[in-house]
């Protein structure tokens, strides 16, 4: 109950900050990146809950979904198909780089039910400002008690936190229990403290590609360097502090902070894909996430209920074209909520 009433409370707090961000709609770009999705179902499509994720019966079923999909991106390397990341729980898929007559090739290999185009989007990067300028957000984000949100961890799945905002000082918080949650060889550590705790730049999937049109060198750091990440995180969980316009705070201030970098520097990778913020969704979900925020969006291709259309053939029976509807089933089953701000089509113009 508390997890829904803080995820009702946050969606009504994303939505102001939509308003300020909400991309336009614009149509499918061809990425040259593709999600393939093969016929094993994902492995929570048989859990009840993340605690059965450590089960025997669940690390039987990762090797058999791991062991397929290498198998898989070895006969895709003989294609000249490079596999960029891949998901296990919430989808059983590859994420590739490939022609489109490439896709057409991957979908007659057996065991490959579907292959759909990534669909792009950006944000108005210059629309993200910092917080103290969007008072009209923090006027309707429900301040929290001084405890709001203790033992709570939210995750925010946009262009990175700043850990160093007076928002999310860690004083008065102490170490987690589970360690702070990083790739200490790429440097993320150095962007967590106590309060923000876990930290992951998804920046590579979008700055390297065998395309010249796609391929854009960036800082692969989780730092923010857009602010959007930053405000929405501040909304969600910042701690009491004062700013220029008085003293506020987050819906809980006491939650602690994950951040998932899939945006990079402006001007250079303001385009993420679906496939990073899948993969986001699920590195959230294996780190104990209790709500995702996501204030950004896509262009839909499909309705939530559609099964044929647009390019989906049915090719499995009663399952939903949108991989999305699949996905967020799957993460809300396992007990991670997902707060996603309404209005964020994307705009690729």
Known sequence: MILKRLALILLAALAVLGQEFAP?????????RWIVLLEDPPLAAGLESRAELSSARSLAAWNRISDRQVRLSRELDHLGVRTLASTRVILNALFVRATADQAERIRRIPGVTRVIPAAAGRRFASQALPVVRAPQAWNT?????????????????????DQNHPAFSDAGFDEPSGGRLCRQSDGEC???????????SYVRLLAESGDPQWTR????????????????????????????????????PRARIGSYKVFGSPGVNDVTFDFVVMKALEDALADGMDVVTLSLGFPAVFGPNDTVGNGCTG???????????????????????????AGNEGDLS
């Open 141 to 161: 984000a429900f301040r929290g008690g001084e405890t709001a949100g203790e033992g709570t961890k939210i995750g925010v799945i946009d262009t990175g936190v």
């Open 190 to 200: 150095d962007y967590t403290n106590k309060k923000v705790f876990a930290v992951r």
């Open 217 to 252: 060198p960036d800082d692969y750091s989780p730092r923010d360097r857009v602010g959007h990440g930053t405000a929405v995180a501040m909304l969600a969980g910042g701690v009491i502090h004062d700013s220029p316009i008085g003293t506020i705070s987050g819906v809980a």
């Open 315 to 341: 090719e499995v029976p009663g399952e939903p074209c949108d991989p999305w509807v699949r996905a967020l089933s799957n993460v809300r089953r396992l007990g991670m909520a997902v707060v996603v701000a």
């Open 24 to 32: 336009r709609a614009a149509a499918p770009v061809d990425t040259g």
